[in-house]
Protein backbone atom coordinates (compact mmCIF):
# COMPACT_ATOMS: atom_id res chain seq x y z
CA UNK A 1 0.00 0.00 0.00
CA UNK A 2 1.63 3.18 -1.02
CA UNK A 3 1.73 5.94 1.60
CA UNK A 4 2.50 9.31 1.26
CA UNK A 5 3.34 11.82 4.10
CA UNK A 6 4.25 15.11 3.88
CA UNK A 7 6.51 17.30 6.62
CA UNK A 8 7.74 20.96 7.03
CA UNK A 9 7.06 24.71 8.38
CA UNK A 10 3.90 25.41 8.90
CA UNK A 11 4.34 29.07 8.98
CA UNK A 12 6.71 31.55 6.72
CA UNK A 13 7.32 34.93 6.68
CA UNK A 14 6.42 36.84 3.04
CA UNK A 15 10.07 36.07 0.56
CA UNK A 16 10.83 32.74 2.60
CA UNK A 17 11.77 29.45 0.73
CA UNK A 18 9.00 26.91 1.13
CA UNK A 19 10.59 23.56 1.58
CA UNK A 20 8.36 20.42 2.17
CA UNK A 21 9.32 16.66 2.28
CA UNK A 22 6.98 13.79 1.24
CA UNK A 23 7.85 10.51 2.22
CA UNK A 24 7.26 7.59 -0.22
CA UNK A 25 6.45 4.08 1.93
CA UNK A 26 5.00 1.32 -0.43
CA UNK A 27 6.73 2.16 -3.09
CA UNK A 28 9.95 3.11 -5.02
CA UNK A 29 9.82 6.72 -6.48
CA UNK A 30 12.01 5.45 -9.15
CA UNK A 31 8.40 3.83 -10.48
CA UNK A 32 5.92 6.64 -10.28
CA UNK A 33 5.44 10.46 -11.28
CA UNK A 34 5.58 12.49 -8.02
CA UNK A 35 3.41 16.02 -7.89
CA UNK A 36 2.62 18.47 -6.13
CA UNK A 37 -0.71 19.82 -5.61
CA UNK A 38 -2.26 22.74 -3.42
CA UNK A 39 -5.64 23.97 -1.91
CA UNK A 40 -6.36 27.48 -1.15
CA UNK A 41 -8.09 28.17 1.96
CA UNK A 42 -11.15 29.45 -0.71
CA UNK A 43 -10.99 24.98 -1.79
CA UNK A 44 -9.66 25.90 -4.65
CA UNK A 45 -7.06 22.92 -5.99
CA UNK A 46 -3.72 23.89 -8.05
CA UNK A 47 -1.46 21.31 -9.46
CA UNK A 48 2.11 22.56 -8.90
CA UNK A 49 3.84 20.15 -10.95
CA UNK A 50 5.68 16.87 -10.75
CA UNK A 51 8.66 15.03 -11.23
CA UNK A 52 10.48 11.66 -12.39
CA UNK A 53 13.66 10.21 -11.42
CA UNK A 54 15.78 10.73 -13.98
CA UNK A 55 13.51 12.47 -15.95
CA UNK A 56 12.72 16.29 -16.53
CA UNK A 57 10.12 17.90 -14.61
CA UNK A 58 6.98 19.66 -15.48
CA UNK A 59 5.26 22.70 -13.87
CA UNK A 60 2.56 24.94 -13.79
CA UNK A 61 3.65 28.14 -15.63
CA UNK A 62 1.85 30.11 -13.27
CA UNK A 63 5.00 28.58 -10.58
CA UNK A 64 7.59 28.14 -13.18
CA UNK A 65 9.78 30.74 -12.03
CA UNK A 66 9.43 29.70 -8.56
CA UNK A 67 9.03 25.81 -7.81
CA UNK A 68 11.70 23.23 -7.91
CA UNK A 69 10.96 19.42 -7.17
CA UNK A 70 13.56 17.06 -6.73
CA UNK A 71 13.84 13.59 -5.76
CA UNK A 72 15.77 12.03 -2.25
CA UNK A 73 16.02 7.88 -4.09
CA UNK A 74 18.11 6.63 -1.37
CA UNK A 75 15.70 8.36 1.10
CA UNK A 76 12.95 7.77 -0.90
CA UNK A 77 11.37 11.18 -0.69
CA UNK A 78 10.45 14.24 -2.64
CA UNK A 79 10.92 17.30 -2.13
CA UNK A 80 9.27 20.87 -3.16
CA UNK A 81 11.02 23.61 -2.89
CA UNK A 82 8.91 27.36 -3.93
CA UNK A 83 10.83 30.39 -3.24
CA UNK A 84 9.68 33.81 -2.51
CA UNK A 85 6.21 32.80 -0.93
CA UNK A 86 3.63 35.07 -0.80
CA UNK A 87 0.25 35.71 1.56
CA UNK A 88 -0.92 33.95 -1.58
CA UNK A 89 1.00 30.95 -1.32
CA UNK A 90 -1.22 29.49 2.08
CA UNK A 91 -2.32 26.84 1.31
CA UNK A 92 -2.67 23.17 2.06
CA UNK A 93 0.13 21.12 0.05
CA UNK A 94 -0.49 17.99 -0.68
CA UNK A 95 2.37 15.15 -1.75
CA UNK A 96 0.07 13.06 -4.96
CA UNK A 97 1.33 10.15 -7.11
CA UNK A 98 0.85 9.27 -10.57
CA UNK A 99 1.52 5.84 -11.12
CA UNK A 100 3.00 5.44 -14.47
CA UNK A 101 3.25 7.62 -17.78
CA UNK A 102 -0.18 5.93 -18.91
CA UNK A 103 -1.73 6.93 -15.83
CA UNK A 104 -3.36 10.52 -16.43
CA UNK A 105 -4.43 10.48 -12.42
CA UNK A 106 -3.53 11.01 -8.92
CA UNK A 107 -4.05 7.70 -7.18
CA UNK A 108 -2.32 8.63 -4.05
CA UNK A 109 -2.50 10.93 -1.92
CA UNK A 110 -1.07 12.40 1.21
CA UNK A 111 -2.75 14.03 4.24
CA UNK A 112 -1.57 17.36 3.35
CA UNK A 113 0.31 20.31 5.44
CA UNK A 114 -1.32 23.56 6.09
CA UNK A 115 1.18 26.54 4.99
CA UNK A 116 0.92 29.98 6.42
CA UNK A 117 2.82 32.79 4.81
CA UNK A 118 2.51 35.59 7.16
CA UNK A 119 4.32 38.40 8.57
CA UNK B 1 -8.35 23.83 -20.09
CA UNK B 2 -11.19 25.83 -17.60
CA UNK B 3 -13.02 23.83 -15.76
CA UNK B 4 -16.31 24.64 -14.30
CA UNK B 5 -18.77 22.32 -11.76
CA UNK B 6 -22.07 22.84 -10.96
CA UNK B 7 -24.04 23.30 -8.88
CA UNK B 8 -21.19 24.63 -6.13
CA UNK B 9 -22.90 23.37 -3.26
CA UNK B 10 -25.44 21.04 -2.25
CA UNK B 11 -27.99 20.10 0.58
CA UNK B 12 -29.30 16.25 0.47
CA UNK B 13 -30.41 13.61 3.00
CA UNK B 14 -29.06 9.89 3.13
CA UNK B 15 -30.20 7.32 0.80
CA UNK B 16 -30.55 10.46 -2.11
CA UNK B 17 -29.21 10.54 -5.73
CA UNK B 18 -26.38 13.24 -6.54
CA UNK B 19 -25.54 14.90 -9.77
CA UNK B 20 -22.68 16.62 -10.60
CA UNK B 21 -21.49 18.30 -13.63
CA UNK B 22 -18.15 19.64 -14.99
CA UNK B 23 -18.06 20.98 -18.17
CA UNK B 24 -14.51 21.96 -19.62
CA UNK B 25 -13.53 24.67 -21.58
CA UNK B 26 -12.16 22.94 -24.53
CA UNK B 27 -12.50 19.05 -25.16
CA UNK B 28 -10.53 16.87 -22.71
CA UNK B 29 -11.69 13.85 -24.43
CA UNK B 30 -11.93 11.07 -21.44
CA UNK B 31 -9.13 12.52 -19.72
CA UNK B 32 -11.04 13.46 -16.71
CA UNK B 33 -10.97 12.01 -13.14
CA UNK B 34 -12.86 13.07 -9.95
CA UNK B 35 -11.85 13.07 -6.26
CA UNK B 36 -13.12 12.96 -3.01
CA UNK B 37 -11.85 15.54 -0.22
CA UNK B 38 -13.21 15.64 3.06
CA UNK B 39 -11.49 18.30 5.86
CA UNK B 40 -8.46 16.64 7.59
CA UNK B 41 -8.29 13.56 5.31
CA UNK B 42 -6.38 12.52 2.73
CA UNK B 43 -8.28 13.42 -0.79
CA UNK B 44 -9.25 9.71 -2.88
CA UNK B 45 -9.69 9.19 -6.33
CA UNK B 46 -13.25 8.14 -7.01
CA UNK B 47 -13.31 8.09 -10.98
CA UNK B 48 -10.65 8.03 -13.64
CA UNK B 49 -10.34 8.61 -17.25
CA UNK B 50 -14.18 9.68 -16.88
CA UNK B 51 -16.33 6.82 -16.10
CA UNK B 52 -13.48 3.88 -14.78
CA UNK B 53 -14.24 3.22 -10.82
CA UNK B 54 -10.83 3.38 -9.02
CA UNK B 55 -9.81 0.47 -7.24
CA UNK B 56 -12.31 0.15 -3.79
CA UNK B 57 -14.32 2.87 -4.46
CA UNK B 58 -18.20 1.69 -4.09
CA UNK B 59 -20.44 1.17 -6.67
CA UNK B 60 -22.89 3.60 -5.92
CA UNK B 61 -20.26 6.39 -7.51
CA UNK B 62 -20.47 6.43 -11.19
CA UNK B 63 -19.56 9.04 -14.05
CA UNK B 64 -19.65 9.43 -17.41
CA UNK B 65 -19.33 11.84 -20.16
CA UNK B 66 -17.04 12.46 -23.35
CA UNK B 67 -15.79 15.72 -24.56
CA UNK B 68 -16.78 18.74 -22.86
CA UNK B 69 -19.42 17.64 -20.48
CA UNK B 70 -19.19 15.19 -17.62
CA UNK B 71 -21.57 13.94 -14.66
CA UNK B 72 -20.75 12.29 -11.26
CA UNK B 73 -23.36 10.29 -9.67
CA UNK B 74 -24.03 9.27 -6.10
CA UNK B 75 -26.75 7.33 -5.53
CA UNK B 76 -27.73 6.01 -2.17
CA UNK B 77 -25.65 8.62 -0.49
CA UNK B 78 -24.04 7.76 2.97
CA UNK B 79 -22.70 9.36 5.58
CA UNK B 80 -19.17 9.09 4.32
CA UNK B 81 -19.94 10.87 1.50
CA UNK B 82 -20.60 14.45 2.23
CA UNK B 83 -17.79 15.84 1.31
CA UNK B 84 -16.06 18.40 -1.47
CA UNK B 85 -16.05 16.44 -4.98
CA UNK B 86 -13.85 17.92 -7.78
CA UNK B 87 -13.03 17.08 -11.31
CA UNK B 88 -9.80 17.18 -12.61
CA UNK B 89 -8.59 17.36 -16.27
CA UNK B 90 -5.77 15.50 -17.19
CA UNK B 91 -5.65 16.20 -21.61
CA UNK B 92 -3.33 18.71 -21.54
CA UNK B 93 -0.87 20.82 -18.33
CA UNK B 94 -1.08 22.24 -16.97
CA UNK B 95 -3.91 20.03 -15.06
CA UNK B 96 -6.64 21.68 -13.68
CA UNK B 97 -9.62 20.97 -11.57
CA UNK B 98 -13.10 22.55 -11.08
CA UNK B 99 -13.71 24.73 -8.40
CA UNK B 100 -15.32 21.95 -6.41
CA UNK B 101 -19.35 20.79 -5.34
CA UNK B 102 -20.08 20.65 -1.60
CA UNK B 103 -21.90 18.36 -0.78
CA UNK B 104 -23.76 18.51 2.46
CA UNK B 105 -26.57 17.02 5.11
CA UNK B 106 -29.91 18.38 4.52
Known amino acids: QVRLRESGPGLLKPSETLSLTCEVS????????WNWIRQTPGGALEWIGY???????NYNPSLQSRVTISHDTPNNRVSLNLRSVTATDTAIYYCTRRASDYDYYFDSWGQGILVTVSS | IQMTQSPSSLSSSIGDRVIITCRASQTVTTFLNWYQVRPGKAPELLIHSASSLHNGVPSRFAGSGFGTQFTLIINNLQPEDFATYYCQQAFSTPWTFGQGTKVDIK
Open chain 1, 51 to 57: SEDGGLP
Open chain 1, 26 to 33: GVSIADSF
